[in-house]
């Protein structure tokens, strides 16, 4: 039985707030909570009348609206085929002679449902939401018993979408009781245009016929309309239009909603559904003569700053365990400059889309796929779901985008696996009738929806058929060969090209963006959990200094069980790019500006010593806030001199703000230190006020060209190799980065034999001091058991988990999870100091792992760095070292381990230095 603690709201009773805040009713019961449950291995429960025997047959109880494979749900077992829910409870609306509806935002794949024993409907379909009037079975003054058989077996027909990192199973949405009067409004749809005008089509549920007055009231009473009705028993369409005057667009800059209700009132009663609309459109245009399209919002260009977005959670799956965190969801992504996320092929909860809508953010949805072939059966499945998807979805302000298919999962016939393919012209098995099937689906998808731009297929295999939006994925690590293939692609992209497309169909003007990139799977054995921080920001570039593209999706949102490319972890925590360490201040979210500088130069390259160095810059500009302004490039060249920041050079310079797009501007022209250094570029785009609009940075390695290095400090320095070692006591111990790092697991030292300058070269030394680049050293499991490779076929695809330890490319990025070591440092068994050392961190501030990483696609502890340690020798030390010139070096770890790192490796340009004078 329900309790009233479980039905009022309070923390007992999960997601307790309404489930569609776009289409609310005040007259509902929630039915989340506990239910009896009961798996069905022998598909007994139909022949033993499980609809109506006593609830004590039930074994389990399951928490809804968990799938019962998630840990949320109570039952937290992955186990396919069917299972049977069952609860009594008693309600009665308030009015009397209401209509009573049991409603389900979503069961994956098939239900039935009985009511007191009373068949009261079926649905088939994972994604959509729907209802059963079960007035006539319900009893407002008694107990009543709900049971729901739902059935999911993973058939290849079945619109599955990006389940695997855990499965969808039985209810997977809230679901409610709800009343109505006998004459209510169903459904309505809303058109707005940017002059205020809003045309509506509204369904109407009668049971009898009569007049009815429809009212629609917004904003508090500012926007109404009123029109009188006569109604025919069953369904009615009805058209009403009105305008808003001085209308608010909505964006993600400026989410206005015009938030209000629709009253429908009659001698049947009165029906009052809560709901909103935004005003705003979504197109393609053409700019500045040029021969391709944009994207726009509100008439306007928009460059559009994505991210893939699974919608998993690690406790709910896909069903968020609150509200609270579906808005943070949102949130997150604003918190980093994006104005966009593509919810991967699935649709999302109305709750998060509702949060998109009021925060601001734009949505691209996909439509859920199957994996079997294309056969009719499947067909019929998906377009099913297809239409559910888009009918349930139509009036959110935020989605500007259906994507009908993704990388040709469902659409091969051939014996090709469907997934990611090296070779864009690999194409077997998408055959010339499902290419028309695609086309239809696309053109069918326009006809009901030509407010929204809408994609064929989010191809990996360069097989568009007929498309908005010209899209391709790639995922390719490295700066020359992503700078190569963005190229390329932008190169092969014009009106006519049949680049990208397939069956013998061409592009148009349509515009052109990216809907997938990441180096997850650009790594060999794939990225396992690395640094994403270099990479990223040097894609940005690339991708920003093409005037022809107009957005991108980055993969991805979160991490998650197999991918671990996300801007965030799993469970929502921070990882950490290390920007702020290059240019104060800056963020993710200044790689996402809409005015943006681009460098157009390597993300870091090696230079002389005082060499003069020019730097190409470009503006990139996809919002007119700035148009027809003189903006400034603020610049500074700065290097870290053995723990001293030194500023090498710097000016200031106007940049002619004018027009959308890509432009060049004038170059830097900057003088490098002349010593061993890693100089950083750092740049800033000044509105007129001096505020800044955007940072980006480059990198230089520069060499002051004697092996020992060049130090603009005073004294004189010996420098050691850190593989130079005399001996270790690790455990385990290994190099990384073509040796010129060292590493020791767990408790050990390495030992260092040192030979300072004798007396004829140096005659007295006063002051000694120890210079060296350390960090932690987290041991993963391939650097004890070694490197075990995992095939990436389609159950990868699926979301299999792995143990991204064994994999060849992990180490972690840097996030807030820390591994901690204390390191003593010994002079011939003496310990002279101690130092802690805070993290094993990777991020982008370890410059010259990844400058000196010799295979783009292998990675190599690539982007590790340490802490820069100085150690000050005491007097009466130093006084023994100043007769004997010779010493032993000890660096011992504690159970934290050690890095070290050399010239070529981490982020401080140095071996293992002793400084003397």
């Known amino acids: ?117 009373a068949h009261a409907g079926f ?69 707005t245009s940017l002059d205020g005008r809003v045309d509506l089509t509204v369904a109407v549920q009668a049971h009898k016929a009569g007049p009815a007055e429809l009212t629609l009231r917004f904003a508090e009473g500012a926007v109404t309309h009123t029109q009188q009705l006569t109604v025919s028993a069953g369904e009615n369409k009805i058209t009403a239009s009105f305008t808003v005057n001085d209308p608010q667009l909505w964006s993600p800059e400026t989410p206005y909603l015009y938030e ?27 700019f500045g003569g040029r021969g391709y399209r944009w994207i726009t919002l509100n008439g306007k260009p928009v460059y559009l700053n994505g991210t893939l977005d699974q919608s998993f959670h690690p406790t709910g799956y896909f069903t968020y365990p609150s509200d609270d965190e579906m808005r943070d969801e949102i949130f997150l992504m604003k918190r980093l400059g994006l104005n966009f996320v593509r919810i991967h092929i699935k649709p999302e909860e109305p709750r998060k889309l509702y949060w998109a809508d009021k925060l601001g953010i734009l949505v691209m949805e996909d439509m859920p796929c199957f994996w079997g072939r294309p056969d009719e059966i499947a067909r019929a499945a998906y377009e099913h779901e297809a239409r559910e998807v888009i009918d349930r979805d139509y009036n959110h302000p935020s989605i500007f985008s259906w994507v009908m298919f993704n990388e040709t999962w469902g659409l091969m016939s051939g014996d090709m696996t469907p997934g990611l393919a090296s070779d864009i012209t690999k194409r077997d098995g998408f055959l010339p009738e499902t290419q028309q099937w695609v086309r239809d689906m696309y053109r069918w998808a326009k006809r009901i929806d030509p407010s929204r731009i809408v994609e064929d297929n989010s191809p990996c295999n360069g097989d ?69 921080a270099w990479h990223y920001r040097y894609m940005m570039n690339e991708f920003r200094r093409h005037d022809k593209m107009c957005g991108f999706v980055f993969t991805e949102f979160r991490d998650v069980t197999n991918e671990f490319n996300g801007y965030y972890r799993l ?139 060049v130090y603009d400090a005073e004294g004189a320095f010996v420098g050691i190799p850190v593989g130079s070692f005399a001996g270790n006591s690790f455990s385990h111990q290994w190099e990384a980065i073509q040796g010129a790092k060292v590493n020791g697991a767990g408790h050990g030292k390495f030992v260092y034999d040192v030979k300072l300058p004798d007396q004829s070269v140096q005659e007295f030394i006063g002051d000694i001091e120890i210079l060296f680049e350390a960090s932690a050293k987290r041991v993963l499991t391939r650097n004890v058991e070694g490197v075990k490779e995992q095939a990436m076929g389609v159950h990868y695809m699926h979301g299999a988990a792995a143990n991204v330890e064994h994999n060849p490319n992990t180490y972690y990025m840097t996030d807030d999870e820390l591994h901690e070591s204390k390191v003593n440092v010994l002079i011939d068994g003496e310990r002279i100091a101690s130092v802690s050392l805070p993290d094993d961190p990777a991020d982008s501030r370890g410059v010259l792992s990844w400058h000196y990483q010799p295979v783009a696609n292998k990675l190599d502890e690539a982007g590790s760095y340490g802490y820069l340690c100085k150690i000050t020798v005491p007097g009466r030390v130093a006084a023994v070292l100043d007769r004997s010139r010779n010493f032993r070096l000890e660096l011992e770890a504690d159970e934290g381990g050690l890095a070290l790192y050399g010239r070529n490796a981490g982020r401080y340009p140095i071996d293992l230095l002793i400084r003397y004078r």
């Open 1 to 117: 039985m329900v309790t009233e603690a479980m039905t009022s709201g309070t923390a007992t009773m999960p997601r307790p707030e309404y489930p569609r805040p776009d289409w609310q009713r005040s007259e509902w019961l929630n039915l989340n909570g506990v239910w009896s449950f009961r798996f069905d291995p022998n598909n007994e429960g139909i022949g033993h009348c499980w609809q109506t025997i006593d609830e004590t047959a039930y074994d389990q109880a399951i928490t809804v609206p968990f799938s019962w494979t998630s840990p949320l749900s109570g039952i937290g077992k992955d186990v396919k085929g069917i299972g049977w829910y069952r609860r009594t409870l008693n309600w009665k609306p308030s009015e009397a002679g209401s209509r009573i509806f049991l409603r389900f935002g979503a069961v994956d794949y098939s239900c039935d449902v009985w009511v007191n024993g």
């Open 123 to 191: 649905h088939k379909g994972g994604y959509g939401t729907f209802e059963f009037d079960i007035t006539d079975t319900w009893k407002p003054d008694g107990d009543n018993t709900i049971v729901v058989r739902a059935e999911d077996h993973d058939n290849d027909y079945q619109t599955r979408g990006k389940q695997g990192y855990g499965e969808i199973r039985g209810i997977w949405q809230p679901v409610w009781l709800e009343a109505r009067p006998q004459a209510y409004v169903r459904d309505a749809k809303f058109v």
């Open 260 to 286: 209000g209700e629709i009253r429908l009132s009659g001698d049947f009663g009165l029906d009052t559904v809560s709901t909103y609309f935004g005003i705003r459109e979504i197109g393609t245009s053409r």
């Open 464 to 532: 568009h058929v007929e498309t908005d939006i010209n899209t391709w994925h790639f995922y390719i690590n490295g700066y020359d060969q992503v700078r190569a293939h963005v190229s390329e692609v932008v190169e092969k992209t014009f009106p006519g090209s049949d680049f990208n497309y397939i069956g013998g169909n061409v592009q148009t003007d349509a515009p052109l963006m990216n809907s997938e990139c990441g180096n997850v799977w650009g790594i060999d054995h794939g990225a396992g959990d690395s640094d994403l």
């Open 571 to 709: 469970d929502g925590s921070d990882k950490h790019f290390g920007y702020e360490a290059f240019v104060p201040g800056m963020t993710l979210a200044d790689l996402h500006s809409p005015d943006f500088l681009v460098i157009d130069a390597p993300p870091s390259q090696t230079v002389e010593a005082g060499e003069n160095v020019t730097v190409p810059l470009l503006r990139s500009s996809f919002s007119d806030r700035y148009h027809g302004h003189t903006l400034k490039v603020s610049w500074e060249l700065h290097y870290d001199n053995l723990g001293t920041r030194t500023v090498a050079d710097r000016g200031i310079a106007d940049a002619a703000w004018d027009g959308y797009g890509v432009a060049a501007i004038a170059p830097l022209t900057v003088g490098m230190p002349k010593q061993d250094a890693v100089a950083v570029l750092a740049i800033r785009l000044l509105n007129e006020a001096g505020e800044t609009v955007t940072r980006n940075f480059i990198t230089f390695d520069v060499r002051g060209g004697e092996e020992s290095g």
